[in-house]
């Protein structure tokens, strides 16, 4: 059985708003996973900092942000939070080069090359 142009243009408009609230679900899932992360992160690192200062988790909000400022001020805490960055740096620039390095210097299977001389191109 033909379609008519008109219904091929129905069919295929249809598959676009299919692709489209599939692109709209997944962006959706990314988003909540990324607060799940944040909110797992934040829980993690909030409960160490309670269990290696246990007196903090009586102090109040205000009290906590003026801690946490004063502390986070210090000059040694700024030379160990620098460190801390260039370590984290480091880290991801071990990992990164040999990443890209694989990535750019991998010769593609399929050149046109190949292409032309399969009969594909």
């Given amino acids: 059985m033909l379609k008519t142009k008109r219904d091929k243009i129905q069919s295929i408009e249809t598959k676009i708003l299919q692709l489209q609230n599939q692109k709209q679900r997944i962006l959706q899932q990314q988003k909540l996973q990324a607060r799940k992360d944040r909110t797992r992160?934040?829980?993690?690192?909030?409960?160490?900092?309670?269990?290696?200062?246990?007196?903090?988790?009586?102090?109040?909000?205000?009290?906590?942000?003026?801690?946490?400022?004063?502390?986070?001020?210090?000059?040694?805490?700024?030379?160990?939070?620098?460190?801390?960055?260039?370590?984290?740096?480091?880290?991801?620039?071990?990992?990164?080069?040999?990443?890209?390095?694989?990535?750019e210097t991998e010769v593609p299977s399929e050149t046109k090359e190949n292409r032309e001389d399969s009969g594909m191109a």
């Fill in 41 to 103: 992160r934040l829980c993690s690192r909030a409960g160490l900092f309670e269990s290696i200062l246990p007196a903090t988790i009586n102090l109040t909000e205000e009290q906590f942000k003026v801690f946490l400022t004063k502390l986070l001020r210090s000059n040694e805490s700024s030379t160990l939070l620098g460190k801390a960055f260039e370590d984290a740096l480091l880290i991801e620039t071990q990992i990164s080069p040999s990443f890209k390095t694989m990535n």
